[in-house]
């Protein structure tokens, strides 16, 4: 099963404010390059790409390679506007899929 | 001159010392091929559509030593302002000697307000990592760092 963890700063937030937002989700990241103990090539088996809306409107993606460790950890900044949702997505191979939200809370 | 820690003499020492370096020399030439492969610097002109980028403006921040190269903390940082006219739409880190260059492409705009980005990669060796970065002017910045990794990541069970 797929967890995720957004964080967003629980410090108040005010309108303007730039805020680091953080997301890290579980996913071996596999590479492609390891072998089993037989020898046999894993298969590659990673996410792709991470997108970042807020409120709707895309503000920050990732395009990931095999160098990004498992369970691959994003943080970056965003300004504040008003209060609404933070939603993430992340897209993977063999049809990877997940998505999870939080709630960005703007006060004056 | 006292020799503490060995039972053997120092004929036996030396006979061993030399069978190992010729154990370690053979282990560096077989391991060669594989470290030397893809070209960062090839990757890099492939992000920036050819141009060679000018060095500033970027800080690469990642440990000079680490034991693990499984999880490493990276940290760019670029020192531009981010408004509607002028901005870092892009950051992007390369490896020398990982098995793939590319490790990542962020991509920023304006709302994104600082361009400030953490991860955690990947150290296939001992190698220089780098980071670029393209403002919305199409220049391309770039700083590189040299990693002494102890632990190697990609390859290991």
């Given amino acids: 099963m797929t967890t995720a963890m957004i964080l967003v700063p629980r410090t108040p937030i005010r309108s303007g404010d730039v805020v680091m937002l953080k997301a890290m989700i579980s996913h071996p990241m596999e590479t492609g390059y390891r072998r089993t103990e037989n020898g046999e090539e894993i298969p590659r088996n990673i996410i792709r790409r991470m997108i970042c809306r807020?409120?709707?409107?895309?503000?920050?993606?990732?395009?990931?390679?095999?160098?990004?460790?498992?369970?691959?950890?994003?943080?970056?900044?965003?300004?504040a506007t008003k209060?609404?949702?933070?939603?993430?997505?992340?897209?993977?191979?063999?049809?990877?899929r997940h998505r999870q939200s939080a709630q960005l809370t703007v006060t004056g | 001159m006292s020799r503490p820690f060995s039972p053997h003499s120092g004929i036996e020492l030396d006979r061993r010392a030399l069978i190992g370096?010729?154990?370690?020399?053979?282990?560096a030439l077989a391991v060669e091929p594989a470290a030397a492969s893809p070209d960062m610097a090839a990757a890099i002109r492939k992000f920036t559509g050819g141009a060679?980028?000018?060095?500033?403006?970027?800080?690469?921040?990642i440990a000079p030593l680490v034991e693990n190269g499984n999880a490493v903390g990276v940290e760019v940082k670029v020192d531009h302002?981010?408004?509607?006219?002028?901005f870092v739409s892009e950051i992007a880190i390369f490896t020398e000697k990982n098995p793939v260059p590319d490790v990542a492409v962020f991509h920023l705009s304006p709302q994104s307000g600082r361009a400030h980005v953490v991860t955690r990669m990947r150290l296939a060796t001992?190698?220089?990592?780098?980071?670029?970065?393209?403002?919305?002017?199409?220049?391309?910045?770039?700083?590189t760092r040299e990693v002494i990794v102890t632990i190697a990541a990609c390859t290991e069970d």
């Fill in chain 2, 52 to 61: 060679e980028p000018k060095t500033g403006k970027v800080t690469l921040d």
């Fill in chain 2, 126 to 143: 001992t190698q220089n990592v780098a980071a670029v970065a393209r403002l919305s002017d199409g220049s391309h910045w770039q700083e």
């Fill in chain 2, 21 to 27: 370096a010729g154990a370690m020399l053979v282990t």
């Fill in chain 1, 54 to 79: 807020y409120d709707g409107v895309e503000v920050f993606s990732v395009e990931m390679h095999q160098a990004i460790a498992a369970n691959p950890f994003m943080s970056f900044g965003v300004v």
């Fill in chain 1, 83 to 96: 209060t609404g949702p933070v939603e993430f997505e992340w897209v993977g191979d063999n049809g990877f």
């Fill in chain 2, 81 to 86: 302002p981010m408004t509607p006219e002028s």
